[in-house]
Every structure is written in C-alpha cells, then in structure tokens.
C-alpha cells in the first residue's frame, strides 16, 4: 500500500490528491479513470502506411471529479483534476501514474462501486461516462440505441478501453468504452457482481 506520492508539483496519499493549486478529497470525489495506452510511429514510404508500426512509449491519463464531466444541456461542467504522463520507453509503466491508480483503488473503488450496487440492487439506474446506463439487467447506449444484457456479453479491458462483447457476435456489434471516462473502470467489476449467483 503507498502511503503518499510526490512527482513536481503533484501530491497524493490516504486524503486525497493535490496538482498545483487544485486539491480533491477522496471523500469528495464522485468519479475517476484512467487509462495506458501504447504511442506508435507508423512506417511510411511514398506517403503510404507499411506494414509494420514501432513502439516509441505510452501515455497514461489519470483522472478525478465530481459533478458532470462535461459541459450538457445546460448543466455547468464539474470540478475535476486531470493528469497526463508520458514515458519513452513503451516497456515501463509510469510510477506516478501508477502511485494514482493505487490510491484510487484503495480509496475510491470501494465506495463508489458499493454506491452504484446499492442503486442497481434497489432498482434504480447509474450512469457511467455521462452517457451510458446501467442497471441490473445491463448496460445500454442511448446515443447509438444499443442495448448490452449482462448474460449476453463478456467484459474486459485492454488497449486502454474497456470492452463488450456480444458472445458468438462480430466484433463490430461490440461496444468500446474508454477506460479513462468516469468510473468506465468500474464496469468490469459491475459485470462480475452482477453475473455472480448468490
């Protein structure tokens, strides 16, 4: 467990996290992301893509806030905090970066997944990313008029996106949700929870 972590000008232990002259509690946080994903350079010749890419790093986005993540229909966007990191060498993850993701799970998680069970198990909806629902039966996408069942799915997370998957379907009848929008994290463990007989 870490119990503080300094890089420049950014703080972060058990309390909260501070970036220059911006602070946010924990407790005050309403939702957070992250995400890793790996640069390439495209190889080119005459203009045209070859066929093979090189890894020159990775960028990895860290997040907090409370409110609405973005600016809608006449509601004002929220607070937030966000971090972006760079590293050259695409086989090492960033320390601070790390240092962040680890405090957020110990600190932000927990609580805001057992918020959003809690909702889900009383018959009610959340919203993930400002724009997707879930409720107890599944998650669905307004905007493109899709509808996931959780017994219809499988979830995971890579290439810095978190996936469903229709099973037995094409993968373009699949949904990609960037892991760095608000609690897109805490889909995977909403998924698990809510498959799990008890």
């Known amino acids: 467990m870490r119990n503080g972590f300094t890089k420049q000008d950014v ?24 995400s890793l994903t790996r640069e390439f350079f495209e190889h080119r010749l005459y203009g045209l893509i070859k066929a093979h890419t090189s890894e020159v790093g990775s ?7 409370r409110g609405a993540y973005r600016k809608a229909r006449g509601v004002p966007k929220g607070p937030d905090i966000p971090f972006l990191f760079f590293n050259d060498d695409h086989r090492e993850v960033d320390e601070m970066w790390r240092g962040l993701v680890d405090l957020a799970q110990q600190h932000l998680q927990p609580r805001l997944l057992g918020q959003m069970l809690d909702a889900i198990r009383a018959g009610q909806q959340v919203t993930v990313a400002n724009e997707y629902t879930v409720d107890a039966r599944g998650l669905s996408y307004p905007r493109l008029k899709r509808a996931y069942a959780w017994s219809d799915i499988e979830v995971s997370v890579h290439g810095g996106s978190v996936w469903l998957q229709p099973v037995g379907r094409p993968k373009r009848e699949g949904l990609e949700m960037v ?15 809510l498959t799990t007989r008890r």
């Open 59 to 65: 960028s990895f986005t860290f997040v907090v806030g």
């Open 11 to 34: 703080y972060a232990d058990a309390h909260g996290v501070t970036y220059g002259n911006d602070s946010m509690r924990w407790a005050d946080v309403e939702w957070f992301g992250y």
């Open 179 to 193: 892991a760095g929008f608000p609690n897109a994290t805490l889909i995977p463990h909403l998924y698990a929870e």
